[in-house]
């Protein structure tokens, strides 16, 4: 039988190729590929068939199938993987930012990278490859002469963004809140907490900063041992940042300038809501802490533009379409159903909400919740889809539809103009079709 390959071995291979993959139909000629298993999948099977489409080797971690020269064998090939990803991040002596949270974690990340990029080569994360496979692919995706990492860090179950701290081996970090979600893995808002709260207990260890929404009560009191720089609303802090008047959909925010210079910087965003506010001020405290003036923030800032459902503001025809479809949990939802009751009128406001994923025992009371908050808030209309609504009481007037598809057929012979519509649901919904919709069939 062919010797086991050490991890140092295959890193030795990385630093040939400069390229990881580990799916055959996304090969990049020259790259090492790792033979990771799915659920429904080996990819030991396929590590021939990698070879052959360009990569200039292959590890794999079942004997049967080390039978080429440029095949290795390795124990496991996923630890493998995450191994090379430390070596080669032990190797990159720069800042490495770990952001995680509940809400805002992919718009915080996206915002960093506009506002770091201004003066800096930054790596972000790409995508949500944010997980223990999506995270040592990140790091090994970085470019050798990146300056500032930023990476993502998800977790939908106990103990995972420690482990993920453990690869990524952050220096700073930012954790832009702490919510009700993944209650089906986590159980309780509790271990939820504990789990976040781990890339704080991390930093600490090493020594390393963290930056601090100042407003959030649980996050400054978890993070009293660590060096902090603290952003929000308050005053006294690192960086101050108030939102002010706009144009009545988009986030307009003013920033702070510092003690010494204490002008104040005018920044239109093209997000969209409140909550968007602290995502915001946390890129621009990063940004200031690395040197930047208050006008790289700004542009930085301004220069973002949402994609893939999050915060997009769509004018499809003569409706204005709020699409924020990419997730949904407790906590978001309320903050998207009371940003946009309290949005100026901009035509009949519908909301269409999907059924919040992954909550586990707690899912009809939180649906409850959540249409009990409506019964309150200026939406005339409301369309409800998947099943966690269906156990709930409605308004008169609320149509409930059990899939997506339902709604469309609705909509394909009920055709809706002159409305604002907010669009918010758990990625499994597929409400991301409701709003292929409206964008192919404007009214």
Known sequence: MK?????EDIYSLYKKCRSVCTDTRQIRPGSLFFALKGENFDANTFAKEALEKGCSYAVVDNPKYADDEKIFLVED?????????????????????????TNGKTTTKELLRSVLSQRYRVYATEGNLNNHIGVPLSLLSMPSDTEIAIIEMGASHPGEIAQLCRIALPTFGIITNIGEAHLEGFGNFATIAETKLALYRFLE???GKAFVNASDPLLMSHSTELERFCY??????????????????HLFCCLHGPSSAPNLTEIRTKLTGGYNLDNVAAAACAGRYFGLNDREIQDGIMEYQPTNLRSQCIQCGSNLIIADAYNAN???????????????SQGTKLAILGEMLELGKASKDEHQKITDLLQHQRIPEVFLVGAGFAKTPKQTGYKLFAQVDELIEYLKQNPIGHHCILIKGSHGI????????FKSNPV
Request: net charge positive.
């Open 3 to 7: 010797a086991k390959s050490s991890a």
């Open 77 to 101: 090939c996923l630890q493998c993987l995450q191994k090379v990803a430390v070596l080669y991040r032990k190797d990159m002596i720069i800042p490495v930012i770990g952001v995680t949270g």
């Open 205 to 207: 260890r090493i020594h």
């Open 232 to 249: 929000g609303t308050p005053d006294n802090v690192f960086l101050q940042m108030t939102p002010m008047e706009g144009d009545k959909i």
């Open 330 to 344: 407790p906590s978001s939802m309320k903050a998207a159903i009371e940003n946009f009751s309290s949005l100026p």
């Open 430 to 437: 597929h409400l991301e079709k409701a709003v292929d919709f």
